[in-house]
């Protein structure tokens, strides 16, 4: 069983919520990348999304932006992130997804990419400007390598959200907002009548993200889901700080002030 699903399986046993931080590899450096999630895994972050930096991430917000921009002038490439994932498969057994743009994987090698990043100890993979027609090849070559291609939808159509979350496995990444990535203090879209719809079309566990700001918001939003995605909030964290320690500090105890806000 993929760790993804036993994790969620686990979780809706304990009648828990999934909570899942985003960190961009690299920034501030790849071995603090691996200190980062081994930290949110022990304050009790139950799957994490590691960014790979991309010089023109559309669907992210200023914050999110300029951590891809620090990570990249830092060196950090796909080839070294897919060592930084094996650092972490020592020492951890959590969830790892990827959010990753379609053309880097396309410059890379749709199949060289997804078979590395199995190896590594991905077991997700999401991408975030992935067009719905060209899906059909990709989940070919993720079914092969047992990684979940894991759907993004917005409240859009409704159409479209059945086309998407129709297809795809692990979870549903259900964006809150329209629009880009980013810490809101209020998000306006009907939040229960929309996973609500996402629901009716699928049986995957929902996961919320974009614009949640901290413990407030989840606590209010995790009726509705059944996980919380915080990624902005995070990067803002790592950003100003001074050195690792800090960071680890931080981080950490914002993970565990999520973390208890879900319980």
Do not use: W
Request: hydrophobic share 40%; proline share 5%.
């Amino acid at each position: 069983m993929n760790r993804i699903d036993f994790k969620f399986k686990e979780l809706k046993d304990q009648g828990k919520k999934a909570l899942i931080p985003f960190v961009t590899a690299g920034d501030p450096s790849l071995d603090t990348t691996v200190n980062i999630v081994l930290e949110m895994d022990k304050k009790g972050a139950d799957i994490v999304e590691i960014g790979i930096p991309y010089s023109d991430p559309l669907a992210d917000g200023p914050i999110i932006q300029g951590s891809s921009q620090r990570a990249i002038e830092g060196g950090a490439k796909i080839k070294n992130i897919m060592e930084t994932i094996k650092k972490i498969r020592e020492k951890s057994e959590i969830p790892l997804v990827y959010l990753v743009y379609y053309s880097s994987i396309f410059k890379y090698g749709v199949e060289r990419f997804v078979s590395e990043a199995s190896a590594a100890g991905i077991n997700g993979i999401i991408i975030p400007d992935l067009p719905i027609e060209e899906r059909g090849d990709i989940m070919d070559i993720v079914g092969k390598y047992e990684v979940h291609l894991i759907p993004l939808v917005a409240p859009t159509s409704k159409r479209r959200i059945k086309e998407i979350a129709g297809g795809g496995s692990g979870f549903v990444y259900c964006v809150s907002k329209n629009g880009v990535t980013g810490v809101e203090e209020q998000i306006k879209t009907d939040i229960k009548e929309y996973m609500e719809l996402v629901g009716s079309y699928t049986k995957l566990p929902k996961a919320l993200g974009f614009g949640i700001s901290g413990p407030d918001m989840a606590k209010a939003f995790k009726p509705y889901c059944d996980g919380i995605i915080i990624g902005s909030a995070i990067i803002d964290i790592i950003y100003k700080c001074r050195d690792e320690k800090e960071i680890l500090d931080k981080v950490g105890a914002f993970i565990s002030e999520v973390k208890k806000s879900l319980e």
